[in-house]
Each structure stands twice: as C-alpha cells, then as structure tokens.
C-alpha cells in the first residue's frame, strides 16, 4: 500500500504513528511531496526543497533477523540505492555506516528505525532522501548532490521512485533469505574509499588508516601504517 501525503512533518514520524494504531501491511509506504521536518541521522535536520526529491519511508514486518545483525537492514537498503543509481549510470559509493555518495557529496541519506522484541528485528521502517532535481542547497547541507547536478537532466519522480523500490526489495529478500555473504562483499565493493589512505579523526586524534572492511556488528576495521588492526563503532571514528 502507498500512502501519498501533499505534506507532513516527517515520513518516518508518519509511519512510526500509524504502525501504533493500526496492523499495517508488509510494505506499506509514506511518501510526499513537502517534508516540512525530515529527520536526520543524530537529530540532524533532512532538507529537501519541495516537489524536487524523493522522501519516503517504507514499513518492513517479519523482518526477523537477530539484532546482532541489524546492520544488514543498512547493508540491503544502502545496496538497493546503489543499484538502483548505477541502472541511471550514476556511479555511486557507500560512506560507511550508510550514506551514499557521489564524488565525494552525499546525493542520498538513509534513516532506518527498528522495533526489537527481546532480541529479534521485528519490523522495521526504513527513510530515504533521495536528491533528485535540487540543484541548491543551504549552508547546512553543503555537501550535498542531487542526481540532476550529477547529470545536467530533470527526472520524473515517479519513475524513479518504483524503479529504486524495487532495486530495495530485491535486497531487502536477499536478507530475509539470510545471504549475508553476498550483502556483505557488495556491500565491500561499492564501499566509499576501501583500502585508501585517508585521515580519519578518532576522539581528539588524527589517525592515516585504510578502511579494510566491517564486522558483522557494523564495526568499521581499519588498519594503520603499522599493521594495527582496529575496529571503530558509529560516533567513535570521523571521516
Ligand atoms: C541522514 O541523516 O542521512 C538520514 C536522512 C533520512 C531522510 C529521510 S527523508 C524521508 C524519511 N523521513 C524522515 O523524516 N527522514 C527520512
């Protein structure tokens, strides 16, 4: 079911409310037009200009997966978005945990809420941003591409919101399968800058390390130039 809203606050707030005052079916989906309030990854602010992206969330029930392997849920959607771009000839990378970048600017931004009974995934509400004809973006957002400053082209919403929803399910079946082997190395090989040098900030401290991959709790393993392993939860190492 595709709930269409001319506006709301927020997809994933829209979502949440109605999966806790009714049994909704798998897949159902928020989208709209003018998100007045999105919400980002650590209580940061989604921007996204009106009639011009795609924001939408997408509610996943019998997700049951272990919660030491939520990091699946990112792994499947953050896969979904890329394939889905590389089928426009958009060559995009996943900055770990999950935002996805083009040429080094972000063009979409991923917020995934779980419900967790004990210690299974229960259900799921997955939000994407996708930047699509924005072409200006505040001081805030600074970092960010959309697909038409990538390609110089308009795009019909619609269009490209069934073909990345289905791009994202093919994924999402794949986890329910339980493959975790193949989410995981393509998940490494779409991965932004593996196995580059780069200065990394872990608390106060700089660190030249290269990204050799991620553990199965989402950790980022790193290596410096003295072979030390070392492995990094969200918040704990800066790009
Ligand atoms: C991020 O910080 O990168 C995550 C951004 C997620 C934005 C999307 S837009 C649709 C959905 N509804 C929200 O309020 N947020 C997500």
Do not use: R
Not at 146 to 168: A, G, H, M, Q, V
Not at 208 to 232: C, M, P, R, S
């Amino acid at each position: 079911m595709i709930i269409k809203l001319p506006e709301t606050e927020s997809t994933n707030k829209y979502l949440n409310k109605l999966t806790k005052n009714q049994e909704l079916k798998n897949k159902t989906i928020v989208i709209t037009d003018i998100q007045t309030n999105g919400k980002g990854q650590h209580n940061n602010y989604w921007e996204s200009e009106p009639y011009k992206n795609l924001t939408f969330s997408i509610f996943y029930k019998n997700i049951n997966l272990d919660v030491n392997k939520q990091f699946y849920i990112s792994i499947a959607v953050s896969l979904g978005i890329t394939d889905f771009l590389k089928k426009i000839n958009i060559n995009p990378k996943i900055k770990w945990p999950n935002d996805i970048y083009v040429n080094n600017k972000k063009i979409c931004g991923i917020l995934i809420e779980n419900n967790i009974f004990k210690t299974t995934i229960k259900s799921t509400i997955i939000g994407i941003g996708l930047n699509v004809n924005q072409t200006k973006f505040t001081e805030l957002t600074k970092n960010a591409t959309s697909i038409k400053l990538i390609t110089n082209k308009n795009y019909e919403l619609n269009k490209l919101f069934n073909s990345l929803i289905n791009n994202i399910d093919n994924n999402i079946s794949t986890l329910i399968k339980k493959d975790f082997i193949s989410l995981k190395s393509n998940y490494l090989n779409n991965m932004y800058l593996i196995n580059k040098t780069h200065t990394f900030k872990i608390k106060n401290t700089k660190l030249i390390a290269k990204i050799k991959g991620i553990e199965d709790t989402g950790q980022l393993i790193v290596v410096d130039k003295n072979n030390n392993i070392n492995k990094y939860f969200l918040k704990e190492i800066i790009f």
